[in-house]
């Protein structure tokens, strides 16, 4: 998830009743010939109360509430374990058992820190078996994988390796603060090369900015950059060589498609077996989800939509 100031600023307390009238004023709608949604949000958040009373739980069914009135039909609930990701841990048991009354329609993920590989979880067989009763109990990948570390630590590859066993996909967090990279991303190709089995599916400020070429370190920490998008993005790159990577919209990723038209257009088309649309919904209190519009904003075909909107996401977990 995304946490930047900019971000921050735009979310001021409204209530319930007024994210619900946003989003319905909004919706992106992916529909089968009955009328149904049938839009995967690869990406959501349950949260317990935090921040004083104005930012109250986010619970399963207030997200299913908020999901019928944006027609998003199913979505991966992310845990968020390690320190740096949240403001309090949001555990792969609460996920579990929060979801597990509503498995039609919530999917489950599972997230370890990887330093616990370098403390408790010493034993690759241990990594493996936690996964699997994670797998077993219904979680469908791992993450949101957010530690402080380089997206190549040792301790991180240890934690791919076991999920490349396991086969559950790995949903992560790329700038200046989790899973560091540098301008070009070679630590991700590093990563992408050494599980090539494994689907990775990028996210975050860091990962969005690589749309781009010419980038500096610091760039990889902006929130939001504008303007069009210099030739040369580590992104268009990574996925030409390495078919197991791939592209989370949500929070900054709609941004990345709008600040430069006539790239997006091109890029969700180019790239429609790759994304996969996603909101980041993770607080009551958020009313701003450009991803909503991204559908009608550019013109796509068919095809593209439905990939992006749904196929994608149903290939990768495994989903009916």
Request: net charge negative; with cysteine; glycine share 8%.
């Amino acid at each position: 998830m995304d946490q930047s100031p900019l971000a921050m600023a735009r979310r001021t307390f409204v209530g319930h009743s007024f994210a619900t009238a946003f989003a319905m004023a909004n919706p992106l709608r992916a529909t089968d010939d009955r009328g149904r949604s049938e839009t995967i949000d690869i990406h959501v958040h349950l949260a317990q109360q935090w921040y004083g009373e104005s930012h109250g739980a986010l619970t399963a069914t207030h997200l299913l509430r908020w999901m019928d009135a944006n027609h998003i039909a199913q979505a991966a609930v992310l845990p968020l374990v390690s320190p740096e990701a949240f403001w309090y841990p949001v555990t792969t048991e609460f996920v579990l058992r929060e979801t597990e009354p509503f498995r039609d329609r919530l999917i489950p993920f599972c997230a370890i820190d990887p330093r616990a590989l370098g403390t408790h979880l010493t034993d690759r067989q241990q990594v493996v078996d936690m996964l699997r009763r994670y797998r077993d109990a219904g979680a469908r990948g791992l993450g949101e994988h957010k530690p402080q570390l380089a997206i190549d630590d040792p301790l991180s590859l240890r934690l791919y390796e076991a999920s490349s066993e396991v086969k559950l996909p790995v949903l992560f967090h790329l700038d200046n603060k989790a899973n560091m990279d540098r301008p070009g991303l070679p630590g991700l190709a590093k990563v992408l090369a050494a599980f090539p089995e494994l689907a990775f599916i990028g996210h975050g400020k860091g990962w969005w900015a690589s749309i781009a070429g010419g980038l500096t370190q610091e760039d990889l920490h902006v929130s939001y950059p504008e303007g069009p998008v210099q030739p040369g993005g580590a992104i268009d790159k990574l996925m030409d060589q390495f078919p197991n990577l791939y592209g989370d919209l949500s929070s900054s990723g709609a941004h990345a498609m709008l600040r430069d038209r006539e790239f997006g257009q091109k890029f969700l088309v180019r790239r429609a077996d790759r994304l996969l649309f996603g909101t980041d919904y993770y607080d009551l209190t958020q009313r701003e989800f450009q991803q909503f519009s991204l559908f009608d904003t550019f013109s796509l075909p068919p095809d593209v939509k439905q990939k992006i909107s749904r196929e994608n996401s149903q290939r990768l977990l495994g989903l009916d």
